[in-house]
């Protein structure tokens, strides 16, 4: 059984991209995965909300939207890799990293992602007599953080360090200065004491990188000491606020 699906699996992610409205019964709880080296595991819980079984095959990779269980090679295991899930019951996904697999920078995090396929079940001759059907695997992929151990500072104070830098003559934008080994996930952003947030205004920023948000909707860039307000996702997938200014 698992040849043929993982042959179905490279078709069924490109497929499941294309069906907007189509939703995944197999739920993953949260929004990310934070994997911290000292603990060498971490559990994820994923619920199967549908009244049918659905067979779930999960795996990660290392930023390859089109990656499949074969071509990822990412230094975790998962366990189980593939199993059928019953109507209304969880299952937990269980993480290990293999020591050795493939290094790690130990200074600052690193960034994957957690795929989970859920494969629907073939519908039954009655289902089918005299209707067409057309039927969709869903991939849901969300970011999975690898946190050494003893990094300095802290994950949640991590965004009051960001420093903001007026660009010119590319449009209106900000450069995001990250001085921290965690990634920061912008989610909204907007100048002054004004409560609208920028159009386009968002973006995860590297450990110790730079990130260009482009200002739409405004006329120019803000002038140094401008106050800004901008909210990022914690750990826990909810947005924490936080205010700030620009530098120059």
Known sequence: ??????????????????????????????????????????????TNDNSRPALV?????????????????????ITPPLFRMDPDKDQSL????VPGAKPLPADHES???????EIP????????????YLQFA??????????????????LTAPDKLIFKR???????????NPTPYYITISSLSLGAGPKSIEGADGMVAPFGDLRLRLKS????????????????????AADTHKGVVVQ
């Open 1 to 46: 059984m698992k040849i043929p699906t993982r042959a179905f699996c490279a078709a069924a992610a490109a497929l499941c991209l294309a069906a907007p409205l189509a939703h995944a019964s197999v739920v993953i709880t949260g929004t990310r995965v934070v994997f911290n080296a000292a603990q060498g595991e971490t559990t994820v819980r994923l």
């Open 57 to 77: 095959e999960a795996w990660i990779d290392d930023g390859d939207v089109n990656s499949t269980p074969d071509s990822a090679h990412t230094p975790f295991l």
């Open 94 to 97: 269980r993480i290990l990293f």
């Open 111 to 117: 960034v994957f992602w957690l795929n989970v396929l």
């Open 121 to 132: 079940p073939k519908p039954t001759a009655i289902e089918q007599a005299g209707k067409n």
């Open 138 to 155: 869903i991939r849901s992929r969300i970011k999975l953080f690898y946190r050494p151990a003893k990094l300095p500072g802290d994950a």
């Open 167 to 177: 660009m010119t003559g590319q449009g209106a934008a900000l450069k995001v200065h």
């Open 218 to 237: 405004v006329a120019q860039a803000p002038a140094a000491g401008a106050p800004l307000v901008f909210t990022t996702i914690n750990d826990y997938g």
